[in-house]
C-alpha cells in the first residue's frame, strides 16, 4: 500500500507562477484534504473534498483552487504564487473525520515563492 | 471558539528519561482526540485516536489519557529514545460538518543523548 502519495517533494516558484502540487491516495478514502503548516502555528486546512465531484473551501483557500475528478486524486492548483505561499503543504485522506479512523498524511511539499 | 492548545512548545529531555506533553482543548460538540508524531520534513503520523469514552490508549511506549470533563488531554513517552525526537501534534475532531478537525501547534521534543 503507497498510502498518500505527494509530488513534489520541493518547488521554487517566481510570483505570479502557476503550479500544481498533486496528491493521489490508494485507500479508497472519500475524505480529502490540504493543509499547511507554517512555524509556530497548526495545520490549516486549504481545501477539503468530501468525494469525487464534490469540494468545499477550508479556513485559508484564497489563491487555491482544488477539483475531485476520481476518489484517488486531489491536485492542489496555486493560480499565481504569492510569497505569502511560502509553505509545506500536506495533503490528507481519511474515511469522514467524524467516524474514529485516522487520517493519513502525504510527505509533504516544501514551497518557496521568491 | 474552538481551539487547541499544547504545552511545552518545546522540550529537551536525556535517552532513557520520561516526559509528559499536554493538551488543552475547547473543541465541542467532541468526537475524539488523536495525537500524531511529526519527524522533521516528514508527515504527521497517527500514535493513538480516544474517543469520550476512553480515558486511556497505549502505542507501545506512547500512552495518551483524556479527561473529557475538564477537556485534558496528555500524551506519556516512557523510556524515552532518541527516535522519539519530533514534534507532537494533538488533534480534536468536533462531533459536526465536514470541515472538523482542530490542530494544536505542537510540542517539540529533544531526546539527547
Redesign the interface.
Known amino acids: 500500500n503507497a498510502g498518500?502519495t505527494?509530488t513534489p517533494k520541493f518547488q521554487v516558484l517566481k510570483t505570479g507562477q502557476s503550479m500544481t502540487l498533486q496528491c493521489a491516495q490508494d485507500m479508497n478514502h472519500e475524505?480529502m484534504s490540504w493543509y499547511r503548516q507554517d512555524p509556530?502555528?497548526?495545520?490549516?486546512?486549504i481545501h477539503?473534498s468530501?468525494g469525487a465531484g464534490i469540494t468545499?473551501q477550508?479556513?485559508v483557500p484564497n489563491g487555491y483552487n482544488v477539483s475531485r475528478s476520481t476518489t484517488e486524486d486531489f491536485p492542489l492548483r496555486l493560480l499565481s504564487a504569492a510569497p505569502s505561499q511560502t509553505s509545506v503543504y500536506?495533503c490528507?485522506s481519511s474515511y469522514?473525520?467524524?467516524m474514529?479512523?485516522?487520517?493519513?498524511?502525504?510527505?509533504?511539499t516544501r514551497l518557496t515563492v521568491v | 471558539k474552538n481551539q487547541?492548545e499544547q504545552s511545552p512548545q518545546s522540550l529537551i529531555i536525556l535517552e532513557g528519561k520520561n516526559c509528559t506533553l499536554q493538551c488543552n482543548y475547547t473543541v465541542s460538540p467532541f468526537?475524539?482526540l488523536?495525537w500524531y508524531k511529526q519527524d522533521t520534513?516528514?508527515?504527521?503520523?497517527?500514535l493513538t485516536?480516544m474517543?469520550f469514552s476512553e480515558n486511556t490508549k497505549s502505542n507501545g511506549r506512547y500512552t495518551a489519557t483524556l479527561d473529557a470533563d475538564t477537556k485534558q488531554s496528555s500524551l506519556h513517552i516512557t523510556a524515552s529514545q532518541l527516535s522519539d525526537s519530533a514534534s507532537y501534534?494533538c488533534v480534536v475532531?468536533a462531533?459536526?460538518g465536514?470541515?472538523?478537525?482542530?490542530?494544536?501547534?505542537?510540542t517539540r521534543l529533544t531526546v539527547i543523548p
Not at chain 2, 41 to 46: E, L, T
Not at chain 2, 98 to 106: C, E, P, Y
Open positions: 498518500v505527494q475524505y509556530g502555528m497548526g495545520l490549516r486546512l477539503y468530501v468545499d477550508g479556513e500536506f490528507a469522514m473525520p467524524t474514529n479512523t485516522e487520517a493519513f498524511f502525504g510527505q509533504g | 487547541v468526537s475524539n488523536r520534513g516528514r508527515g504527521p503520523v497517527s485516536i474517543t501534534i475532531s462531533r459536526t465536514a470541515n472538523n478537525l482542530f490542530f494544536g501547534t505542537g
